[in-house]
């Protein structure tokens, strides 16, 4: 029978029972239609995950029963922070989807030359609300007991200005004579940064500043792809070769 896994945004460690209530509980009694003495998974996103039964659901809040904690820990070897630039509307949430699924450590969605979604401060919010429960959906169901760190919104040109020692970095540029498959460098300390566009890619003008960076032009082969089929195949030849796919 299916465990189903519930994150829950608060400190486990320590808890023997606790009442959750919002989206979560309308959730559990709502849409899984638990009742009590209904067995879940639980994790809070900093390790681990604990068994847990429900002991009462009401219309607004379910209270919880934690049981034994497993220290289970399902994150890769390899240090990867994928730098994104917006796509729009369900393109960007797929790649942050399959970006959790496939193991990143941290996200930086990146305002570019070439991003189509323009968001005010308030809407810039709303919306790191909306991937962050993407990411939270993702690692319910791949297993991931922790969130990677999605960063806030931000241009470009900032973040390469406050860029500091994060290993080796990567840009994927078609045009690049190195394949990522078989570029001879290895990420040092077991860190990676793969910068990546949006639709129709980085400028001219934002590839030269990466370079200047340190970035190392690789590409995917003779073939442009969609931005989200280059994320996904990027971060998995990746977790292929220094982390732990295949």
């Not at 039964?53 to 209270?63: G, M, P």
């Not at 308030?122 to 297993?143: L, N, T, V």
């Not at 960063?151 to 690049?176: E, K, N």
């Not at 990546?196 to 890619?201: L, M, Q, T």
């Amino acid at each position: 029978m299916r465990t189903h896994r519930v994150y829950l945004d608060q400190p486990l460690s320590g808890m023997t029972e606790l009442t959750v209530a919002g989206p979560t509980a309308h959730y559990l009694a709502r849409v899984l239609r638990l009742r009590a003495g209904g067995e879940l998974t639980v994790f809070d996103g900093r390790g681990g995950e604990y068994a847990a039964t429900l002991v009462n659901v009401s219309r607004d809040e379910v209270q919880v029963a934690l049981g034994r904690y497993n220290d289970r820990d399902r994150e890769s070897s390899l240090n990867l922070t994928l730098a994104q630039g917006v796509a729009r509307g369900e393109r960007m949430d797929q790649i942050l989807q399959k970006a959790t699924e496939l193991g990143v450590t941290a996200i930086v969605p990146l305002l570019t030359d070439h991003t189509v979604v323009r968001l005010d401060a308030e809407r810039a919010e709303k919306r790191h609300g909306h991937w962050q429960r993407i990411i939270i959906s993702a690692c319910e169901q791949c297993g991931r007991n922790r969130l990677p760190n999605l960063q806030p919104l931000r241009s470009i040109d900032d973040w390469l200005a406050d860029l500091t020692d994060v290993g080796t970095r990567f840009i994927l540029q078609p045009d690049a004579v190195t394949t990522l498959a078989k570029t001879v460098e290895q990420p040092r300390d077991h860190t990676a940064l793969i910068l990546i566009g949006p639709e129709g890619g980085l400028s001219e003008r934002e590839q030269t500043i990466a370079r200047r960076r340190d970035f190392l032009a690789t590409s995917l082969g003779p073939r442009v792809l969609r931005t989200e089929t280059a994320t996904l195949a990027t971060l998995a030849i990746m977790q292929s070769r220094w982390g732990d796919a295949g």
